[in-house]
């Protein structure tokens, strides 16, 4: 205590310690390894049996869960607990309150805890593998996965959940920039960044600026393109042109069949349908009845729905179902 509190050169004059300038130097080290030391992962380090354990774990927790009365709890939860709220804090207190799917998420969190220091695993890798079997098994166990990222150390912060907002975002990048057959995990990406934002484990404005296009002129010049090619089709079926007429005569056509006249190149410059993420994320969140948060893209890009018509129908069937009562009542 006596070398913590009093100064070095008080120390050396009283034969506490041999030096004062080797002892203030031997303390700057040693704060330096405690306070700026970087922990390295690296493969070297890591072990696969971890990953490989991690794997199973997960896999044997998620197999133990019922989905179909997990769903059913759910649903009576809603009604027997109508919040003003919202359907997403109805959920999230729904999934708090089983006793048995809580049981196995916390157990499974303290088994990925001691992975993680047996087998010196990275915890940045280790969240990323629970988004993948997250992104894998979507369809039947999105309630095990919003249950156990709810009470990970991952959605307790908004800094940590940032981390997992931007992870999404730069997993949707790598499979929009990466080969075709990749495409399609784009779709269950989206799923599950509105699924997170919906049970406000992550935030829009997190995941917003990791999403393609990253500029909001691309996003009007989108529309503006798809303007162009409407009022081009419109001018083509009002201008007396057809598929009929732009076949040609039947000597333009080969022994085979095959067509020698003009052929009609296809436009590869054209994005496909996985590049505007926004509108995915957009249509996600609307197909889940997140209006507040869907309401942010339809507000700052109004022309969103117009060019996208999945989102157009999804905003009719929203509108649908919040009046049928009043249609009902009237007897319209």
């Not at 306070?35 to 696969?48: D, V």
């Amino acid at each position: 205590m006596a070398k913590v509190r009093l100064d070095p050169d008080f120390l050396e004059q009283v034969g506490a310690i041999p030096s004062a300038t080797a002892y203030t130097k031997r303390i700057i080290r040693l704060n330096t390894a405690l306070l700026f030391k970087q922990t390295k992962f690296n493969l070297a380090s890591e072990q696969s049996e971890g990953f490989t354990k991690l794997l199973t774990l997960i896999q044997s927790t998620m197999s133990g869960i019922s989905y179909h009365k997990v769903g059913s709890d759910i649903v009576t939860y809603a009604q027997e607990n109508h919040s003003s709220r919202g359907s997403a804090t109805t959920v999230i207190s729904a999934l708090r309150s089983q006793p048995d799917l809580q049981s196995r998420v916390q157990n499974l969190l303290v088994d990925i805890k001691r992975l993680i220091g047996v087998f010196n695993l990275d915890p940045n890798r280790v969240l990323d593998i629970i988004i993948d079997c997250f992104m894998a098994s979507i369809r039947f166990y999105w309630v095990f996965y919003v249950a156990l990222l709810d009470a990970s150390p991952w959605c307790q912060s908004a800094t940590e959940s940032k981390k997992v907002a931007q992870l999404i975002g730069w997993k949707m990048q790598l499979y929009t920039n990466g080969p075709a057959s990749d495409h399609k995990y784009v779709d269950e990406l989206s799923t599950m960044a509105a699924l997170l934002i919906t049970h406000q484990l992550i935030r829009l404005s997190d995941l917003y600026m990791m999403l393609h296009p990253v500029n909001s002129e691309d996003l009007n010049s989108e529309f503006e393109a798809w303007a162009l090619n409407q009022k081009e089709q419109q001018s083509a079926g009002f201008g007396g042109s057809s598929l009929l007429s732009k076949m040609g005569g039947l000597e333009d056509t080969g022994e085979e069949g095959e067509d020698l006249g003009n052929v009609e190149t296809v436009d590869t410059n054209v994005p496909s349908e996985w590049s505007n993420h926004h509108a995915l994320v957009c249509g996600k969140l609307l197909s889940l009845g997140d209006t507040e948060n869907a309401l942010f893209y339809l507000k700052r890009f109004p022309n969103l729905a117009r060019s996208h018509p999945s989102i157009a129908d999804l905003v009719i069937r929203i509108i649908d179902i919040s009046t049928i009562d009043i249609y009902r009542r009237t007897d319209c």
